[in-house]
């Protein structure tokens, strides 16, 4: 089989054998006979380094080195450099002999020189190779527009992406391997084994892959051999990427070839756009399904396990379920980075038994666990710090507490764990709680005044201990409130709140007395403080201040 028939088109060797070339000597070069040969150009002025392009067959009469043969020795390196396929030189009438040293040096590039016979006609010569050349490329072109319709073929027909790697598998005669966003790789049944012999479903990780593709070319190293790999990225959704990977396992890669892959890539992207589509409207049922389940708008069990069904997430009636909420302590994900979290949770969650299920209730990501919480305590910390490195592809920003609702037996009673759950997001919201894992029983004497009712004692109540604090700061811009939360926060140490609120301790002591006669109190009488206290907090509670982080907290009057 001929370098063209496999595929690598016209080459310097094929030269030889052509009409109009008939009786062409290699003077020097013949390791490099095999390089493609993809145009023509006439050599005849002393400048042409600035004009030739790679893959080039240059012929000349040797003209412009009439007077200096051996300056082609010069030019030779050049040429090289440029990527000039061969140098073709009509002797006998400007030029000899083509001088020793000049074949020397296109010896050790490997560079061919060849001696064209003196009644060579160098526009026949050109007409010759560009049509050799364009037979090819026509060849060419036909072998990859097949190659894409069989490929798009199967796609219509409604075969999956290992069908499809399959059969490029075929085509290329090389291991076929697709790397998604959320680290799944994606394989041929032919080539799974191998991939699984070789290790790599270890191997890959996307960051390596990002190094790589922007090299476009890498290598693996498989036991004792270096394999060569070609990656291509593939753009998904919200800015995510896969990657199409080949290895050169069996053969080299041609060109048609690495077109091939490249047309490839355009059909797994419109697959993954058309994946992403179905799986935009399966997210849609999941979550009103998961929505009407934690607020309690499904009636019977058997309506819950018929929903469950139709939307693919079965309910393990054996087990037990927790409702879980992330409160993010700081800066908060945006709507569209909410959602992308959720779905590289639910992808991640594919890999997976389905024991964890994902939503969004009211711009809060809402976790259902159908197992025992201290199981799966770690493993969700990394699937959502996971997530949030795939939205920010560096180290995320976003700190997070869980706030879990009580365990519950019956998936009927989902709902008391989600209502547990959301108060208990709300009030370590406002009490300023940090810990990463945040349950009922952590929230102390708040959960009991966060269920007080809303009653005209209450707010006088709160009234007659906050509304002259509240009216003395509106008036004289002091800070009467803010120092009493500091203060009994720094447990009523003085020197303590003083530094906490940058200021002297005097100031302090004389903020301290002004409470003291506008409440007519004595912050040493227990009672007394533990009422002040109490409204404080209620206080707090109304107005979604968070006792922990008061820097530059201010009150503002209504």
């Known amino acids: 089989m001929s370098a063209q028939q496999a595929g690598?088109?016209?080459?310097?060797?094929?030269?030889?054998?052509?009409?109009?070339?008939?009786?062409s000597k290699v003077l020097a070069g013949r390791l490099g006979l095999h390089t493609a040969v993809i145009r023509v150009n006439v050599m005849e002025v002393?400048?042409?380094?600035?004009?030739?392009?790679?893959?080039?067959?240059?012929?000349?009469?040797?003209?412009?080195?009439?007077?200096?043969?051996?300056?082609?020795?010069?030019?030779?390196?050049?040429?090289?450099?440029?990527?000039?396929?061969?140098l073709g030189i009509k002797t006998k009438r400007f030029l000899d002999v083509i001088p020793p040293h000049v074949l020397e040096v296109a010896e050790r590039y490997q560079f061919p020189i060849i001696e064209l016979p003196p009644g060579t006609v160098f526009s026949e010569v050109v007409r010759e190779v560009m049509e050799r050349v364009l037979v090819h490329e026509a060849a060419q072109l036909a072998l990859l527009q097949r190659r894409f319709q069989r490929f798009s073929e199967l796609l219509l027909e409604g075969k999956g992406l290992e069908d499809l790697l399959g059969h490029v598998e075929e085509e290329l005669a090389n291991p076929i391997l697709l790397l998604s966003s959320v680290g799944k790789l994606h394989v041929s049944r032919s080539t799974a084994g191998l991939t699984q012999e070789m290790g790599l479903n270890k191997r890959l990780t996307l960051e390596q892959l990002q190094q790589s593709s922007k090299q476009g070319m890498s290598s693996l190293k498989i036991g004792e051999r270096e394999v060569k790999i070609t990656v291509t990225k593939i753009k998904e959704q919200l800015g995510a990427e896969s990657f199409l990977l080949l290895l050169e396992w069996n053969q080299k890669l041609s060109p048609i070839d690495t077109l091939t892959l490249e047309r490839v890539g355009v059909l797994i992207h419109l697959e993954m756009m058309n994946i992403y589509a179905r799986r935009e409207v399966e997210a849609k049922y999941i979550d009103q399904f998961l929505q009407d389940w934690l607020v309690g708008r499904i009636g019977t069990r058997r309506d819950l396990d018929l929903r469950a069904e139709a939307c693919g997430c079965p309910i393990d009636h054996h087990g037990n379920f927790h409702?879980?909420?992330?409160?993010?302590?700081?800066?908060?994900?945006?709507?569209?980075?909410?959602?992308?979290?959720?779905?590289?949770?639910?992808?991640?969650?594919?890999?997976?038994?389905?024991?964890?299920?994902?939503?969004?209730?009211?711009?809060?990501?809402?976790?259902?666990?159908?197992?025992?919480?201290?199981?799966?305590?770690?493993?969700?910390?990394?699937?959502?710090?996971?997530?949030?490195?795939?939205?920010?592809?560096?180290?995320?920003?976003?700190?997070?507490?869980?706030?879990?609702?009580?365990?519950?037996?019956?998936?009927?009673?989902?709902?008391?764990?989600?209502?547990?759950?959301?108060?208990?997001?709300?009030?370590?919201?406002?009490?300023?709680?940090?810990?990463?894992?945040?349950?009922?029983?952590?929230?102390?004497?708040?959960?009991?005044?966060?269920?007080?009712?809303?009653?005209?004692?209450?707010?006088?109540?709160?009234?007659?201990?906050?509304?002259?604090?509240?009216?003395?700061?509106?008036?004289?811009?002091?800070?009467?409130?803010?120092?009493?939360?500091?203060?009994?926060?720094?447990?009523?140490?003085?020197?303590?709140?003083?530094?906490?609120?940058?200021?002297?301790?005097?100031?302090?002591?004389?903020?301290?007395?002004?409470?003291k006669e506008l409440l007519g109190v004595d912050l040493q009488d227990a009672d007394d403080r533990l009422q002040l206290q109490i409204a404080l907090k209620l206080y707090a509670m109304d107005n979604d201040i968070m006792l922990s982080d008061r820097e530059g907290f201010s009150i503002q009057k209504v």
């Open 323 to 515: 409702v879980v909420l992330v409160r993010w302590l700081s800066a908060a994900p945006n709507a569209l980075q909410l959602k992308r979290i959720v779905q590289q949770l639910r992808q991640q969650e594919s890999l997976r038994s389905r024991d964890l299920l994902y939503s969004i209730i009211d711009d809060r990501l809402v976790v259902l666990l159908n197992s025992e919480i201290s199981l799966q305590e770690k493993e969700l910390k990394q699937r959502l710090r996971a997530a949030l490195q795939e939205v920010h592809s560096t180290h995320s920003p976003f700190a997070f507490s869980f706030c879990l609702g009580k365990m519950v037996t019956s998936a009927e009673e989902v709902n008391e764990s989600y209502l547990q759950a959301s108060n208990v997001y709300t009030i370590s919201h406002i009490c300023g709680m940090a810990q990463e894992w945040i349950s009922y029983d952590d929230l102390g004497i708040y959960k009991i005044l966060y269920l007080l009712p809303q009653g005209r004692e209450l707010t006088k109540f709160r009234e007659e201990w906050i509304a002259p604090l509240e009216t003395y700061d509106w008036k004289h811009q002091s800070s009467l409130i803010h120092t009493l939360l500091t203060y009994f926060e720094q447990h009523e140490n003085v020197r303590k709140t003083a530094q906490k609120l940058y200021t002297h301790h005097n100031t302090v002591i004389y903020r301290l007395e002004r409470v």
């Open 46 to 86: 002393p400048d042409v380094i600035d004009w030739v392009m790679p893959g080039e067959f240059l012929i000349s009469t040797g003209y412009p080195f009439r007077d200096d043969p051996s300056a082609f020795a010069e030019l030779i390196p050049q040429l090289v450099e440029k990527g000039v396929a061969a």
């Open 8 to 23: 690598h088109g016209l080459i310097c060797q094929d030269l030889l054998s052509m009409p109009h070339l008939a009786g």
